[in-house]
């Protein structure tokens, strides 16, 4: 059978993307904005620490969504394209597996904390920085991974269906977009196929219904009616009544009951997270521990392209990314860091802005400084210096924390993190 255009279309949108995002984590090149299209990235950057850019890329995907419906989560959510690729090596879908309850709760959870201001708990549910965390190989990535493969050849894409709180909200926005998956009903024999074809359990096809809400726009179905009953584009009216029901007002007023109590947690959480982020050097942009900590979303892209590799992933100890200087130190002509970061926890330095920022602090070698003639020739910004008569020099106020002089000391140097950045 002929691919339907649409699907065609779509699925080679998905295919660049995929392979735009495997190229940036695996260090080959980093497409601009292709991770700042991300939902959780771009809602955190416009609504906690406001950028322009997030926003207008934040109302590129919702006016996207209302005109095609949840089309982002086949062709730029990274996490729905990998569950895709799983989905080819499974022969039968597994049918209906919608719980609106569920799905609410988390969604309400994870942008209730989120607008409290901490990501903390998104990290938990986002798909991107699932992606990001297993692709990075840490362990909670790893973790997930295998269990999502298992759900994938159980359950289909149970995890969009029923879990992502992002593929909750644009869900609502596609309930009511332009263009929907709908069966028309005279030429409609019920014969299963689009039913059976449909990873995510939304489409009924006695009754001829789909739930728009929770259809990812995979455009499977398309593919394989003989019959041409299954369209994707304006729905005839009757198939957009709206019959409120009591279970619906009391679903919405729990969920936006529980999204109120998210957000007072989540002040809570911003307080208690950043105070377990103690004596930790920061990556350059991160500004403060209480800032960093609660707007990092562990995705690892930093990690993975540090040209120095010194960036740390979170672990049990520190609940966000750190600097590691036990093999490196930062580079002084980098800033890597801040340009790849989607979710603005690392602020969009300019390289002269991060020669400026001092992102720790050095002690001052006072005895055999004789001995680090080294460090003074690695020193960047001049703040190791020898006078003429081999006492040392050493300026604070250029420091920047590089622990440059520290490397090639062989570690002798003592660094110390500051719980604020400060541009010089």
């Given at each position: 059978?002929?691919?339907?255009?649409?699907?065609?279309?779509?699925?080679?949108?998905?295919?660049?993307?995929?392979?735009?995002?495997?190229?940036?984590?695996?260090?080959?090149?980093?497409?601009?904005?292709?991770?700042?299209?991300?939902?959780?990235?771009?809602?955190?950057?416009?609504?906690?620490?406001?950028?322009?850019?997030?926003?207008?890329?934040?109302?590129?995907?919702?006016?996207?969504?209302?005109?095609?419906?949840?089309?982002?989560?086949?062709?730029?959510?990274?996490?729905?394209?990998?569950?895709?690729?799983?989905?080819?090596?499974?022969?039968?879908?597994?049918?209906?597996?919608?719980?609106?309850?569920?799905?609410?709760?988390?969604?309400?959870?994870?942008?209730?904390?989120?607008?409290?201001?901490?990501?903390?708990?998104?990290?938990?549910?986002?798909?991107?920085?699932?992606?990001?965390?297993?692709?990075?190989?840490?362990?909670?990535?790893?973790?997930?991974?295998?269990?999502?493969?298992?759900?994938?050849?159980?359950?289909?894409?149970?995890?969009?269906?029923?879990?992502?709180?992002?593929?909750?909200?644009?869900?609502?926005?596609?309930?009511?977009?332009?263009?929907?998956?709908?069966?028309?009903?005279?030429?409609?024999?019920?014969?299963?196929?689009?039913?059976?074809?449909?990873?995510v359990g939304c489409i009924d096809s006695k009754k001829k219904t789909v739930i728009n809400e929770t259809c990812v726009k995979c455009l499977?179905?398309?593919?394989?009616?003989?019959?041409?009953?299954?369209?994707?584009?304006?729905?005839?009216?009757?198939?957009?009544?709206?019959?409120?029901?009591?279970?619906?007002?009391?679903?919405?007023?729990?969920?936006?009951?529980?999204?109120?109590?998210?957000?007072?947690?989540?002040?809570?959480?911003?307080?208690?997270?950043?105070?377990?982020?103690?004596?930790?050097?920061?990556?350059?942009?991160?500004?403060?521990?209480?800032?960093f900590t609660n707007k990092c979303l562990n995705c690892n892209l930093c990690v993975k392209l540090c040209p120095e590799k010194i960036i740390?992933?979170?672990?049990?100890?520190?609940?966000?990314?750190?600097?590691?200087?036990?093999?490196?130190?930062?580079?002084?002509?980098?800033?890597?860091?801040?340009?790849?970061?989607?979710?603005?926890?690392?602020?969009?330095?300019?390289?002269?802005?991060?020669?400026?920022?001092?992102?720790?602090?050095?002690?001052?070698?006072?005895?055999?400084?004789?001995?680090?003639?080294?460090?003074?020739?690695?020193?960047?910004?001049?703040?190791?210096?020898?006078?003429?008569?081999?006492?040392?020099?050493?300026?604070?106020?250029?420091?920047?924390?590089?622990?440059?002089?520290?490397?090639?000391?062989?570690?002798?140097?003592?660094?110390?993190?500051?719980?604020?950045?400060?541009?010089?």
């Open positions: 059978m002929k691919k339907n255009i649409f699907y065609r279309i779509r699925a080679g949108i998905a295919v660049c993307a995929g392979i735009l995002f495997l190229s940036a984590f695996l260090g080959l090149f980093y497409p601009v904005k292709i991770f700042d299209l991300q939902l959780g990235a771009a809602l955190q950057r416009t609504f906690i620490d406001f950028s322009l850019t997030a926003l207008i890329l934040l109302l590129f995907i919702l006016i996207l969504t209302f005109l095609f419906g949840r089309i982002y989560c086949s062709t730029i959510c990274p996490l729905g394209i990998l569950q895709e690729f799983l989905c080819l090596f499974k022969k039968k879908n597994s049918g209906k597996q919608n719980n609106m309850v569920f799905k609410y709760a988390i969604a309400a959870i994870a942008f209730g904390t989120l607008t409290g201001a901490t990501a903390y708990i998104l990290r938990f549910a986002d798909p991107y920085a699932y992606f990001g965390s297993f692709f990075s190989l840490s362990a909670v990535g790893i973790i997930f991974a295998a269990a999502l493969i298992c759900v994938v050849f159980l359950k289909d894409r149970f995890f969009c269906a029923n879990i992502c709180p992002v593929g909750t909200v644009l869900g609502l926005i596609s309930k009511f977009s332009l263009k929907q998956i709908y069966l028309q009903k005279n030429n409609c024999v019920s014969c299963g196929m689009c039913e059976n074809a449909c990873p499977k179905c398309l593919n394989v009616c003989n019959k041409n009953a299954v369209k994707y584009g304006a729905p005839p009216k009757e198939e957009i009544k709206f019959i409120p029901e009591k279970r619906h007002f009391v679903l919405t007023a729990a969920t936006l009951a529980l999204f109120a109590a998210a957000v007072k947690a989540g002040a809570i959480i911003k307080k208690e997270i950043s105070e377990k982020f103690s004596d930790v050097i920061m990556p350059p942009g991160a500004l403060n521990e209480e800032r740390k992933k979170a672990d049990a100890k520190f609940s966000a990314v750190s600097l590691d200087y036990s093999k490196g130190f930062c580079k002084y002509a980098c800033n890597k860091c801040n340009e790849v970061c989607p979710t603005g926890a690392l602020t969009k330095l300019s390289l002269e802005e991060k020669q400026k920022t001092r992102i720790a602090m050095i002690s001052a070698p006072v005895e055999n400084f004789k001995e680090y003639g080294e460090c003074v020739k690695a020193c960047p910004t001049g703040a190791l210096a020898q006078t003429a008569d081999g006492n040392p020099a050493f300026s604070a106020s250029k420091c920047i924390g590089c622990a440059a002089c520290r490397f090639v000391s062989g570690g002798n140097i003592k660094i110390y993190a500051t719980k604020r950045q400060k541009l010089l």
